[in-house]
């Protein structure tokens, strides 16, 4: 189960941080064996998060739970959660991919 329901409760609507200069990361997913990394900041409570990709490129943009979900990465494995992530702003996120 990648996002708890703790974790959708905690998460902030969508669109409701466009405002805020450096938002909190709420937690982030990652596809063992690549660098693809995925922090949330939003979630539409279905299926929809905002947050910041590390992958080709770093970007802020949407991603899909579902296509989360359906990732099959090297090996058979899937996008899991970082079980250790600690809530931190958006700044000291960048600060570690850039």
Request: with cysteine.
């Amino acid at each position: 189960m990648l996002i708890t329901q703790e974790i959708r409760k905690s998460l902030p609507a969508l669109y409701a941080m466009e405002h805020v200069t450096d938002p909190l990361v709420i937690c982030k997913f990652f596809m063992p064996a690549t660098k693809w990394t995925w922090y949330v900041i939003e979630f539409d409570g279905y299926d929809r998060f905002f947050g910041y990709v590390i992958g080709d490129y770093n970007e802020l943009g949407y991603f899909s739970l579902a296509e989360l979900e359906a990732i099959e990465g090297p090996f058979g494995l899937s996008v899991e959660r970082d079980m250790s992530f600690e809530v931190c702003p958006l700044s000291e996120v960048k600060r570690i991919h850039e």
